[in-house]
């Protein structure tokens, strides 16, 4: 019998109220309810940054913020990049001891199922890159889907963001992951129809279950409320 | 049961180098004898090279080849004291920043500001020039349950590494 991958789609949360999510998701690996969990959501508009601080001072963020987005400064990898509505935000909450994975392969994975998703909605040119600082996936000159993880203790956070039909003038006040001269692009607008993230979700977990060799188990309304409680 | 302490000592010259069975009144004390310079290893892919009271730490070859090309080291500053396996930094390599936790407790002396500044030397030479950083190791017995070269080696081709 294969393992379960299980699946929460939260719907639109606000960033640190799904960071809250995935702490407690993550801490439970380390007692008996261990189990690998993929959360998606939408975020309200919202900066975020990683590890590398030192290019954004507390002026870029108040810049920022006067646009009427959020503002995180988070413990994943990659830089500056922005969450909104129509931007499916993925969090896989998994063990990569469990999945005998190192950090380098889960990227890679989860580079492999976005694009998987991307073809299932007519988009074939998808492409990722071997630059350590353009980790994603790709189509021509333009970031589709931006990633930032963080593994500590093997258990992984943060995660992905996949633009289906994202406002994508909110990335024009940053330059996203901070690389000049690309573009950002997003599933309806490389299609020319509209794609929503409620369309996407499914396909992206389903695309994980394969890369995984996975079965998608669907979090119950109990187990939702049972961590909505306990991170009030 | 009771041994005299002569044996004991005609015990201990006859094996120099292997691990000490002292009598210390109604106890056995087991320690073993660190060599100079030799690295030991933990489970989580850091080795720690002890001179005197001070280790120095690094990340394996293994775990700079399971990262990729290291972009950025977020390194724990001098004076700062951690407690054995405590997150205390993180390397970021693929957009993903992965924890340092310290091999053994003790108070930071200084770190590898070389490595801040050319993130990449960890992956060219994580046991020379990558080393990350130093610390005064406050219990010296922790290294005794870290593993040696060949238990690391072992380890490595085992299911659970």
């Known amino acids: 019998m294969q393992p379960l991958l299980r699946y929460w789609a939260a719907g639109l949360i606000r960033y640190d109220k799904a960071y809250k999510i995935q702490k407690l998701l993550a801490s439970r690996h380390q007692t008996q309810k261990a189990q690998n969990v993929i959360l998606l959501v939408e975020h309200p508009p919202v900066y975020t940054i990683g590890i590398r601080t030192n290019p954004y001072p507390i002026d870029e963020e108040e810049r ?11 413990n994943r990898g990659g830089l500056i990049t922005f969450h909104g509505p129509g931007q499916l935000v993925a969090y896989p909450i998994v063990n990569l001891k469990e999945l005998n994975l190192g950090v380098r ?3 890679c994975l989860i580079e492999k199922a976005v694009m998987r ?26 970031k589709i889907c931006a990633i ?85 | 049961m ?40 933990t489970d989580k892919h850091e080795w720690v090279q002890v001179d005197g009271k001070i280790g120095t730490i690094g990340i394996t070859h293994y775990a700079q080849d399971a990262l990729g090309d290291v972009v950025y080291a977020q390194l724990p500053d001098p004076g700062q004291e951690f407690s054995q396996m405590d997150e205390c930094g993180a390397l970021e390599s693929v957009k993903a920043a992965s924890e340092l936790y310290c091999p053994v407790s003790g108070k930071i002396v200084s770190k590898n500001t070389e490595v ?46």
């Open chain 1, 64 to 74: 920022l913020r006067r646009l009427g987005a959020d503002f995180h400064r988070t």
């Open chain 2, 2 to 41: 009771v041994v005299c302490s002569v044996v004991v000592r005609r015990l201990l010259a006859a094996a120099p180098a292997a691990p000490r069975h002292v009598f210390t009144g109604l106890r056995w004390v087991t320690s073993t004898p660190v060599k100079f310079n030799e690295r030991k290893y």
């Open chain 1, 105 to 107: 392969s889960y990227v």
């Open chain 2, 116 to 161: 801040e500044d050319t993130p990449g030397l960890i992956n060219k030479s994580c046991y020379e020039k990558g080393w990350l950083f130093k610390l005064e190791l406050s219990k010296l017995h922790e290294l005794d349950g870290l593993m040696d070269e060949a238990q690391y080696e072992k380890f490595l081709k085992t299911d659970d590494h």
């Open chain 1, 148 to 232: 930032g993880v963080h593994a500590s203790r093997f258990i992984t956070s943060h995660g992905l963001a996949l633009n289906c039909n994202t406002e994508l003038s909110w990335y024009r006040h940053i330059v996203p992951c901070g690389l000049v001269g690309k573009e950002v692009t997003s599933l309806t607008k490389l299609l020319g129809q509209n794609v929503t993230v409620q369309q996407v979700a499914p396909v992206l977990v389903r695309a994980f279950c394969d890369e995984l060799n996975c079965t998608a188990s669907n979090f119950t309304h109990e187990e939702q409320q049972e961590i909505l409680k306990e991170i009030l």
């Open chain 1, 117 to 142: 998703t991307c073809r299932h909605f007519g988009v074939d040119s998808v492409r990722t890159s071997k630059e350590p600082n353009e980790t994603g996936v790709w189509v021509s000159n333009a």
